[in-house]
């Protein structure tokens, strides 16, 4: 390995304490980053940051040949290596991690998570702390490097940063001060529904589908515009910070980029096209917020951040050890592991197990409008100059959290890895059917209204068929979004490759390929929504250290569960599944209280 002039971070942290990365010379450190792994002597590096040098040499800059000298021979060092390292902060709906891949493998070196609270005002309610938030990332970041450390390797290793969030996700805060003024509204929140029948209400024919034209999505409580409109008719700190022209609207990526690239201080208002593709006031043809979205919402321009692509240089980190750093990838939790999975053909779909399942299938460069309740999304656009991809997507709401439902207010297990020995116990459900609908259901059905039911109970049933229903409702759940694919496409789907949490349970991998009646692939190094951000932010135009290999790392050594079961026994089971979901529909519980 060569040798690491370590003298290059005190270096760099004067570049950085000189400038604070807000003037100037900032472009030209970034620069010099970028060049250093091509020039190999520091004389033409130098000569190609003179003018910066010269135009700077009055304000005391007398040492920045030596500091860049600096750089250029670290970076040059590590250059030859060819072992780059890129970060990416993964912030979910439970936790923080903040992972560090080799660019040249994709590899994870290393990583730190932290869980985060969930906060539960009232039913169906579902808050997180904004503060909390930005916390777990900077303490995931800082902890990561000392695990870097601990493996004897450098901090100047690390290229790049990206972000991957829970999206939908709605936060709002006053650029004065840079406090929140609400808690977090979480996207399976379901406190919107009223917000969503006046919306309704508002529409030509009083069709939740109508602005799906504009938008790709259907008026829904999954949505930021419709938390945001919540907000504002709620909330009386928003309402007003909106008038006072304070109010910042963005959903967790942009609260945490905004944040770490200055917040006060210059922090930038930007998001990436994936994310807002699902806030029902982009336009999904022109990639711009729309005026006439806008005016429907009632919800102001001014306070939503610039729509950038989701690969490219946003600013540098202002806070954590790897100040100075530059944040170049930005992708929504779904589409970065559609990138992580390197999904790029079309045809192709992924499957990401979580809280809940979020199905996306690549289209191709036209957004396709679905007849058959899925959403049309922003899959990628990894360039300014680069082309859009689109995806249709089915979101379903409840998959892990109906194992968490078990184990936290049934008790039946102890810990969420118990369900897969427990649902092992048996063969079958024995005519169980568990419908999790505890906030409606989402794709393909937008029921708001409906409520989770346990149908086919029996004196023989028990605990481990009631856990082999959850694991089948998932499956279920993940067919019929599969088959509004193949209908709204016109393409057969020949393999779901599957991420996520979720997916080191074989037990449900396999009952997977049963159900839908094709292979399911689990690829070796499961971190793919991860590494769909730090792809995204390796290849940008700037870091440049990442390329998109037609056999990705990521898909060696995946596993294939075969599918086990007839044309016929499958059909069987899903009529019985849609029986049970006829009936959790229009659960209205205020009618029973009243």
Same mark, same amino acid.
């Given at each position: 390995?060569?040798?690491?002039?370590?003298?290059?971070?005190?270096?760099?942290?004067?570049?950085?304490?000189?400038?604070? +990365?807000?003037?100037?010379?900032?472009?030209?450190?970034?620069?010099?980053?970028?060049?250093?792994?091509?020039?190999?002597?520091?004389?033409?590096?130098?000569?190609?940051?003179?003018?910066?040098?010269? $135009?700077?040499?009055?304000?005391?800059?007398?040492?920045?040949?030596?500091?860049?000298?600096?750089?250029?021979?670290?970076?040059? $060092?590590?250059?030859?290596?060819?072992?780059?390292?890129?970060?990416?902060?993964?912030?979910?709906?439970?936790?923080?991690?903040?992972?560090?891949?080799?660019?040249?493998?994709?590899?994870?070196?290393?990583?730190?998570?932290?869980?985060?609270?969930?906060?539960?005002?009232?039913?169906?309610?579902?808050?997180?702390?904004?503060?909390? /938030?930005?916390?777990?990332?900077?303490?995931?970041?800082?902890?990561?490097?000392?695990?870097?450390?601990?493996?004897?390797?450098?901090?100047? +290793?690390?290229?790049?940063?990206?972000?991957?969030?829970?999206?939908?996700?709605?936060?709002?805060?006053?650029?004065?001060?840079?406090?929140?003024?609400?808690?977090? /509204?979480?996207?399976?929140?379901?406190?919107?529904?009223?917000?969503?029948?006046?919306?309704?209400?508002?529409?030509?024919? =009083?069709?939740?589908?109508?602005?799906?034209?504009?938008?790709?999505?259907?008026?829904?409580?999954?949505?930021?515009?419709?938390?945001?409109?919540?907000?504002?008719?709620?909330?009386?700190?928003?309402?007003?910070?909106?008038?006072?022209?304070?109010?910042?609207?963005?959903?967790?990526?942009?609260?945490?980029?905004?944040?770490?690239?200055?917040?006060?201080?210059?922090?930038?208002?930007?998001?990436?096209?994936?994310?807002?593709?699902?806030?029902?006031?982009?336009?999904?043809?022109?990639?711009?917020?729309?005026?006439?979205?806008?005016?429907?919402?009632?919800?102001?321009?001014? /306070?939503?951040?610039?729509?950038?692509?989701?690969?490219?240089?946003?600013?540098?980190?202002?806070?954590?050890?790897?100040?100075?750093?530059?944040?170049?990838?930005?992708?929504? #939790?779904?589409?970065?592991?559609?990138?992580?999975?390197?999904?790029?053909?079309?045809?192709?779909?992924?499957?990401?197990?979580?809280?809940?399942?979020?199905?996306?299938?690549?289209?191709?460069?036209?957004?396709?409008?679905?007849?058959?309740?899925?959403?049309?999304?922003?899959?990628?656009?990894?360039?300014?100059?680069?082309?859009?991809?689109?995806?249709?997507?089915?979101?379903?709401?409840?998959?892990?959290?109906?194992?968490?439902?078990?184990?936290?207010?049934?008790? /039946?297990?102890?810990?969420?890895?118990?369900?897969?020995?427990?649902?092992?116990?048996?063969?079958?459900?024995?005519?169980?059917?568990?419908?999790?609908?505890?906030?409606?259901?989402?794709?393909?059905?937008?029921?708001?209204?409906?409520?989770?039911?346990?149908?086919?109970?029996?004196?023989?049933?028990?605990?481990?068929?009631?856990?082999?229903?959850?694991?089948?409702?998932?499956?279920?759940?993940?067919?019929?979004?599969?088959?509004?694919?193949?209908?709204?496409?016109?393409?057969?789907?020949?393999?779901?490759?599957?991420?996520?949490? +979720?997916?080191?349970?074989?037990?449900?991998?396999?009952?997977? $390929?049963?159900?839908?009646?094709?292979?399911?692939? =689990?690829?070796?190094?499961?971190?793919?929504?991860?590494?769909?951000?730090?792809?995204?932010?390796?290849?940008?135009?700037?870091?440049?250290?990442?390329?998109?290999?037609?056999?990705?790392?990521?898909?060696?050594?995946?596993?294939?569960?075969?599918?086990?079961?007839?044309?016929?026994?499958?059909?069987? =089971?899903?009529?019985?599944?849609?029986?049970?979901?006829? =009936?959790?529909?229009?659960?209205?519980?205020? #009618?029973?209280?009243?």
């Amino acid at each position: 390995m060569p040798k690491v002039d370590t003298s290059a971070v005190s270096g760099h942290n004067a570049i950085v304490a000189h400038t604070g +990365m807000q003037t100037s010379p900032s472009k030209a450190v970034g620069y010099a980053f970028e060049m250093a792994t091509m020039l190999a002597d520091s004389k033409s590096m130098l000569q190609s940051f003179a003018p910066f040098l010269d $135009a700077e040499s009055a304000s005391g800059t007398a040492q920045l040949p030596k500091v860049l000298g600096y750089i250029v021979g670290t970076y040059t $060092a590590l250059a030859a290596m060819d072992k780059w390292l890129v970060g990416a902060v993964d912030q979910g709906t439970s936790s923080t991690r903040f992972i560090l891949f080799e660019s040249n493998t994709a590899k994870m070196v290393t990583h730190h998570q932290k869980e985060i609270s969930q906060i539960f005002p009232q039913e169906g309610w579902v808050e997180q702390d904004p503060v909390e /938030i930005l916390h777990s990332v900077t303490e995931c970041i800082d902890e990561t490097m000392k695990k870097l450390s601990a493996l004897n390797l450098k901090p100047e +290793m690390v290229k790049a940063i990206g972000i991957t969030n829970q999206r939908e996700t709605t936060i709002v805060w006053d650029k004065v001060t840079g406090k929140p003024l609400h808690n977090a /509204i979480i996207w399976l929140d379901a406190r919107t529904s009223e917000t969503v029948e006046k919306l309704v209400k508002k529409t030509p024919n =009083r069709d939740k589908d109508s602005l799906r034209d504009k938008c790709g999505l259907p008026l829904s409580t999954y949505f930021s515009a419709v938390k945001m409109r919540w907000l504002l008719d709620n909330v009386d700190e928003v309402r007003q910070s909106v008038e006072k022209g304070h109010c910042l609207f963005g959903n967790v990526d942009t609260w945490l980029l905004w944040n770490l690239t200055g917040g006060l201080h210059g922090g930038k208002h930007y998001t990436d096209v994936t994310n807002a593709s699902r806030t029902m006031l982009m336009n999904i043809h022109t990639l711009e917020w729309d005026d006439e979205l806008c005016k429907f919402f009632d919800i102001p321009k001014a /306070i939503l951040p610039e729509i950038r692509c989701s690969s490219e240089i946003y600013g540098y980190l202002m806070e954590t050890c790897l100040r100075g750093l530059p944040i170049s990838g930005i992708l929504g #939790d779904q589409q970065a592991a559609l990138v992580g999975q390197s999904c790029f053909k079309i045809g192709q779909v992924k499957n990401t197990y979580g809280t809940g399942c979020f199905l996306l299938n690549n289209t191709g460069n036209k957004p396709v409008e679905s007849k058959h309740g899925l959403l049309t999304t922003v899959a990628y656009k990894l360039g300014k100059e680069k082309p859009t991809f689109y995806a249709l997507e089915g979101s379903v709401a409840i998959a892990g959290a109906a194992v968490q439902w078990l184990r936290d207010n049934l008790g /039946i297990i102890e810990k969420s890895a118990d369900i897969e020995t427990l649902a092992a116990d048996v063969d079958d459900t024995h005519g169980c059917y568990f419908v999790p609908a505890f906030s409606g259901l989402f794709c393909p059905y937008w029921q708001p209204d409906a409520r989770g039911v346990i149908c086919g109970l029996s004196q023989f049933t028990t605990k481990q068929h009631l856990a082999r229903a959850c694991l089948e409702a998932v499956c279920f759940q993940t067919c019929e979004v599969l088959d509004a694919m193949k209908k709204d496409s016109g393409l057969p789907i020949v393999s779901l490759q599957v991420d996520g949490g +979720m997916t080191v349970n074989s037990l449900l991998m396999q009952l997977q $390929a049963d159900l839908v009646g094709i292979p399911v692939v =689990r690829p070796a190094m499961a971190e793919t929504t991860a590494l769909g951000a730090a792809m995204a932010a390796g290849m940008a135009e700037g870091v440049a250290v990442w390329h998109i290999d037609e056999d990705p790392p990521s898909a060696q050594g995946a596993y294939m569960f075969q599918p086990r079961t007839n044309p016929e026994e499958r059909a069987k =089971r899903l009529s019985r599944w849609k029986k049970a979901v006829e =009936r959790t529909m229009h659960w209205e519980l205020t #009618d029973l209280l009243e």
